[in-house]
């Protein structure tokens, strides 16, 4: 039996500096990440099916475990949709999801890695689970914009924020019928989170639009920026 998950322990503390540094490194590095385009394939492909692999076996696990329930199983989190779609981006090389994967993606596993909502400590699976899926959900949209050369417009964010809340009526329906809280729009989760400052339900869900427009547009800027850094330091 594993250790309650603590927020900002010794444990959180390291694995949020680890997974900085891979974001920097691939920053960095990012003139090293030029492969030939079948082994960039095989590479992308390698990486959606441990994205997908992980997340099947975190299926058993919670089967096994009689954990797996309707009420909170379900791929229906917005980092478990963005876990499949990241996925499908690195199969396919789809262009129409890179936007979601950068805004959605990127911004919803920041704020998981950041306050999360975990009750495994490591070195449980849960633990790896957690982490490397929404690690690799963050790197994947760096990697699309300082590799592969995606560059994030704000007709993006837009378009993001429309994607959202068409998904929104349809998570809302399945809370209803499961009884369930998945993307949080029912209640807050227990152990706390930024959703604490957002003010009592159901108003938070509309602070939380306006949150995620803003995380996003902030996404948006920052990211926008580090893409003109990057073609003035090479040279583009």
């Not at 089967?63 to 981006?89: G, I």
């Not at 993307?183 to 639009?209: A, T």
Request: aromatic share 14%; hydrophobic share 55%.
């Amino acid at each position: 039996m594993s250790a309650p998950f603590v927020m900002f322990s010794t444990v959180h503390i390291a694995t949020l500096c680890v997974i900085l540094a891979l974001m920097i490194s691939l920053f960095a590095f990012r003139k090293k990440f030029q492969f030939d385009m079948q082994t960039t394939r095989r590479i992308e492909r390698g990486i959606a099916l441990s994205l997908i692999g992980m997340e099947i076996l975190y299926h058993v696990w919670m089967v096994q475990s009689e954990r797996w329930r309707l009420v909170d199983s379900l791929p229906l989190e917005l980092c478990s949709l963005s876990l499949l779609v990241t996925a499908f981006l690195l199969w396919t090389g789809n262009k129409h999801v890179v936007d979601f994967v950068v805004f959605a993606g990127i911004g919803g596993a920041l704020q998981a890695i950041v306050t999360p909502v975990l009750d495994m400590d490591f070195p449980h699976f849960r633990y790896f689970h957690f982490f490397f899926t929404h690690a690799m959900i963050i790197l994947t949209g760096l990697y699309f914009i300082w590799i592969k050369g995606y560059r994030p417009t704000f007709k993006g964010v837009v378009k993001t924020m429309v994607v959202l809340n068409i998904l929104l009526p349809v998570i809302l329906l399945v809370n209803k019928l499961v009884d369930g809280n998945y993307m949080f729009l029912r209640n807050k989760p227990d152990n706390g989170s930024l959703l604490d400052v957002l003010g009592p339900y159901p108003w938070y869900i509309l602070s939380l639009e306006a949150v995620a427009f803003l995380i996003f547009t902030l996404l948006w800027l920052g990211l926008r920026k580090s893409t003109r850094q990057s073609r003035s330091v090479s040279g583009d």
